[in-house]
């Protein structure tokens, strides 16, 4: 095996890695290597064959495709080094990866590393769907892949569980493979489909408007034995069930960091993200090694993907510089209903550095007071109108200033 | 092909293609039979995969006595064919006094059984041993022999070398009548396609008792007893350093927490008796009490990932030994009931119906040489292709990683379709490569795969997907010399 060196390693070529890789050529570092495991660099929206990228990033719209051959361009003509079809299997130590690829396996050596290897969807068994295990059960990512880079036969009739952005994605998906949806399912009591602005599809917004959505009800097993013949749907009130008949089934949403590279390096993960702990400027627990992108929290948009990938590249570069490592961070705790907070963890130094906090919650909550605190020290208390599961909420970041750099967890919670 | 065999095995499971191995050593022409697609879909690819040393099998059973002589024919037969395995030791723990009080008569039942290296130990060696435990167990009985095996590679390695060794797999074949003419056994099939044989072994599984049946015998009934079980994800892998074993009670081995060669991690079995023997889907009660199992035993997997969930039905009947049995006079052994240790005992199992029938008559003349076969590692154990660079430099498709999850490559999965017991289905090409098998359950590579598995083998993706709802599965033969299977042929 042989050890090469280069300035900045980057994993996962998706928005966040490529837009960082850029950032840091520009900012004049000499060596950027960006590896991916795909054949093709670009991530996720390469395989979004729809419109919706580019607006924030490049002032334009394109679709998936176009947009993620835009970003490896740029990155090209600024000579990033992007290695497809390498795959990081571990690591030799903690500045050093080993991969393996058709040329054979290998460890790259850097100075900074950044991990962005975006998200997955959890599928049928991590979420304990009960019944048989036939044919026909999809994520949206699944889905994407037969029917538009692989053009593959998908079914007649789906149900699609989940009914937020991305089901709406599922659905269009699932029009142009000439499937028909038999319904949207979701345990919430109110679904998060807005419909799309869609200048001269009026058939297709119509499609939408007919197609069932139910709410309040889960899915509680599937049918059929070699192939979906069907889901049962439970009743989340009232305990009824009822059968949908149906080929094919498209879990959508419900992510989960891709964090294996994550984990293996030890580095300490967050309970509530799933991804690998990070303070305002992208650090993990590990000196030298960055995270950015989708890996730490699920997914959003590629635009903000692309961002904290710029914002990360700022911060590796001072690392490179010299900036020292924060010797200790302060934990942000939650309380339910509130999911997850980004950043995670805060060290001393970010107290000079107010941006915005990101959180999600787990259900509708009307008229709620997120309260910050450390200790007994109230820090900042902020109201929303409406809280919305699935959607990244903001916390304005004024108060991180107020924070006691010796002092202990800040703790997030709504208050009464 | 001849057209009468000299005798022939309906089951391709663990046991069936055990007993068709262990007959190719002889001068036989030798059917084996499958109704499934593949070898090894039946209860072999559903359970705990752990390689029993039978130390708590009932003393002086059938089931004791060939699952002690099948380990050590395991110990030499996984090596020569590359089985993946683990040799971790079985920690069996007494989380109340009065199992703890059971645990001498288990270390007797041990001893009485040749299992003669266990021991007991405090409560301090369990949590040394396995530090993650859950507080408050009273002690444990240390097994060192219970070992992890891989059950999918298994029966296609045994098949494998029946097949090289000359005898002749029929898939897709469902024996569906078996009657006497002219005294040879002729199986009818599907398409009315029938199959002489001279011997008859019923390896039929869940479906031995109806296939004895057919012969005329009403000895016992399979009643199917679920198990479902939770796969963990490979994180997990690091909580547990052995097979974590309950103590027993007579009706079931209770739930158990394992490793397996892949690196994951179970959790399971249920015991629950059914009487719908296709009954492998798992259930919300099912689940759920396992969750509140594994959280009483292990309470850290459960802040791990689900890779996945199945259910597999274990060969249940009236009786509490194997039912294994000769009617020399009609030249047929019956190979029933073999309900929750046939993986185990498949080679002892082999040994033992082999010398059955050669009490009934059959010749067993070796052959001048018997052909081994290496399978491909798909364990942890052992080097992947992936991690080889030589094997890389032969053909780079070992470093072309197609399932990242599991890091399968595409090199593997060209292996698996073209090997002499060809991968023609999603389902087999899974259990020769461990592809779709992971934390993303083949929501990233199963779209890659399907293309590759209809480009290599000339099928429809429609079929590969279930889609083509009229298709029926046609009868496949396949033997050694001739690797390209004939389709419809008998
Ligand atoms: C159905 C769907 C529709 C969407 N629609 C839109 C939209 O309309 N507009 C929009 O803005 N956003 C959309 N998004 C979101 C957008 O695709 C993501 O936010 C964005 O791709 C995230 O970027 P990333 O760089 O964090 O991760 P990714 O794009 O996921 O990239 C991660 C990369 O890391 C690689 N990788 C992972 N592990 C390894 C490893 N061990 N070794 C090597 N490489 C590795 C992966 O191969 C992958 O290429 C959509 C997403 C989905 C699923
Ligand atoms: C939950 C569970 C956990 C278990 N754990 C373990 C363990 O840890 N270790 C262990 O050693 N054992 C274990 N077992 C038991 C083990 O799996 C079985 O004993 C073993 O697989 C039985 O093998 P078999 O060949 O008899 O049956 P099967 O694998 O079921 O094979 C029978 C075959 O016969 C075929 N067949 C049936 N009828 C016909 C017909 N009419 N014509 C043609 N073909 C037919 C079927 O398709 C099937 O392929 C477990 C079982 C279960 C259910």
Redesign the interface.
């Known amino acids: 095996m042989t050890t090469r060196k280069t300035d900045v390693l980057i994993v996962g070529a998706g928005p966040a890695g490529l837009s960082s890789a850029i950032a840091l050529k520009r900012r004049g570092v000499a060596r950027v290597t960006v590896v991916d495991r795909e054949p093709e660099a670009g991530g996720m929206p390469r395989l979004c064959h729809h419109t919706g990228f580019g607006v924030w990033d490049f002032h334009r719209l394109y679709t998936g495709p176009t947009y993620a051959r835009r970003y490896t361009q740029l990155a090209k003509a600024l000579g990033v080094e992007i290695r497809t079809e390498t795959t990081i299997v571990g690591w030799e130590n903690a500045h050093t990866l080993a991969y393996t690829s058709p040329e054979g396996t290998g460890a790259l050596h850097a100075d900074a590393i950044l991990l962005a290897t975006g998200v997955r969807e959890r599928p049928r068994a991590a979420r304990l769907v009960p019944g048989y295990r036939p044919r026909g059960i999809f994520t949206t990512g699944s889905l994407q892949r037969f029917v538009d880079e692989h053009h593959l036969p998908v079914g007649q009739r789906a149900v699609i569980v989940g009914a937020e952005g991305v089901s709406l994605s599922t659905f269009l998906t699932l029009q142009k493979a000439g499937v028909h949806v038999a319904a949207f399912l979701t345990d919430l009591p109110h679904h998060q489909m807005y419909f799309p602005y869609a200048p001269g599809k009026w058939w297709f917004v119509d499609l939408l408007h007919r197609t069932p959505i139910r709410t309040n009800v889960r899915i509680s097993r599937i049918l059929g034995l070699k192939r979906v013949e069907g889901v049962e749907i439970t009743h989340t009130g009232t305990g009824q069930r009822e059968i949908i008949p149906c080929d094919t089934v498209v879990f959508t949403g419900d992510w989960i960091p891709e964090h294996e590279v994550a984990r293996k390096g030890n580095l300490v993960m967050d309970t509530g993200t799933r991804g690998p702990q990070v303070d305002a400027a992208f650090r993990t627990s590990e000196a030298g090694v960055f995270a950015a992108g989708n890996l730490l929290r699920g997914a959003e948009t590629a635009a903000t993907s692309a961002q904290e990938g710029r914002f990360a590249a700022q911060s590796i570069a001072a690392y490179l510089q010299g900036q020292p490592w924060p010797e200790r961070r302060i934990p942000v705790v939650l309380e339910p209903p509130l999911l997850w907070a980004l950043p995670n963890s805060l060290a001393p130094s970010d107290a000079h550095q107010p941006g915005k906090m990101d959180f999600r919650v787990g259900q509708f909550v009307e008229n709620a007071t997120v309260e910050v605190r450390q200790g007994r020290r109230v820090l900042h208390t902020q109201r929303f109108r409406r809280l919305l599961p699935n959607e990244t909420m903001h916390l304005s970041g004024g108060w991180v200033a107020k924070i006691n750099a010796s002092g202990g967890a800040i703790t997030l919670r709504l208050s009464d | 092909m001849p057209t009468t065999y000299d005798i022939a095995i309906i089951g391709a499971g663990a046991v069936g293609t055990a007993i068709a191995r262990e007959l190719s050593r002889y001068q036989l022409d030798i059917a084996l039979l499958e109704a499934k697609a593949d070898v090894g879909m039946g209860t072999t690819k559903a359970n705990t995969a752990i390689w029993h040393t039978g130390f708590d099998a009932k003393p002086g059973t059938l089931e004791a006595r060939l699952l002690r002589r099948s380990y050590a024919l395991l110990e030499d037969y996984v090596e020569q064919a590359g089985i993946p395995t683990e040799r971790l030791g079985g920690l069996l723990v007494a989380w109340t006094k009065e199992q703890y009080h059971t645990l001498p008569s288990l270390l007797e039942r041990a001893h009485t059984n040749g299992v003669t290296d266990v021991r007991i130990i405090s409560a301090e060696e369990v949590y040394a041993l396995e530090p993650n435990l859950n507080r408050g167990a009273w002690g444990g009985l240390f097994v060192p022999g219970e070992s992890l095996i891989c059950p999918f590679t298994l029966p296609i390695a045994y098949a494998t070398e029946a097949l090289l060794n000359g005898a002749t797999l029929k898939l897709n074949f469902p024996v569906q009548n078996v009657r006497q003419e002219n005294g040879l056994h002729v199986l009818t099939g599907p398409g009315g396609q029938t199959v002489r044989a001279r011997y008859l072994v019923n390896a039929a599984g869940l479906y031995s008792d109806e296939i004895d049946h057919m012969l005329g015998h009403h000895d016992f009934t399979v009643t199917p007893r679920r198990g479902e079980l939770i ?1 963990y994800d490979k ?1 997990a892998r690091r909580l547990i350093n052995h097979v974590i074993l309950p103590v027993p009670t007579p009706v079931t081995k209770g739930v158990l927490i394992s490793p397996t060669v892949y690196g994951n991690v179970l959790l399971g079995p249920t015991a629950e008796d059914l009487d719908d023997k ?1 009954n ?5 009660i ?2 759920q009490s396992l969750l509140e199992k594994g959280r009483a035993i292990l309470p850290d997997l459960l ?1 791990e ?6 259910a597999g039905l274990r060969a249940a009947t009236e009786h509490k030994d194997y039912q294994i049995r000769l009617h020399a006079a009609q030249r047929y052994v019956c190979v029933g009931g073999i309900r929750s240790t046939g993986v185990s005992a498949s080679l002892g199992i082999a040994e033992y119906v082999a010398g059955l029938l050669a009490k009934a008559g059959l010749p067993l003349r070796p052959k001048g040489e018997f052909k081994t076969h290496r399978m491909p590692n798909i364990g942890e154990a052992r080097p992947r292709p ?4 030589d094997r ?2 032969q053909n ?2 070992y ?3 197609v399932c ?2 599991e ?1 399968v490559t595409a090199g593997e999965i060209l292996d698996a379709i073209h090997s002499p017991i060809p991968a023609r289905t ?1 389902d087999a090409l899974r259990r020769r490569t461990r592809a779709m098998q992971g ?6 590579c ?3 795969i ?2 590759i598995l209809a480009r290599e083998t000339g099928q429809n ?2 079929v590969l ?3 083509d ?1 009229g298709h029926m599965p046609k009868p496949l033969t396949l033997t050694a010399t001739d690797h390209h299977a004939e389709e419809g042929q008998s």
């Not at chain 2, 492998?280 to 919300?284: G, I, P």
């Not at chain 2, 992936?386 to 660079?389: G, N, T, Y």
């Not at chain 2, 934390?439 to 990233?444: E, I, L, S, T, Y």
């Open positions: 796969v994180f296709t492998t889907a798992t259930s919300a099912g689940l802040n990932e689900v890779t996945a969930t199945y992936h991690q080889q660079d890389i430099a780079p498709d470093g072309r990683v990242h999850c890091k999603l934390r993303c359950q083949g929501f990233n199963q779209a890659a399907v293309d993706p429609e997907l279930a889609l709802r």
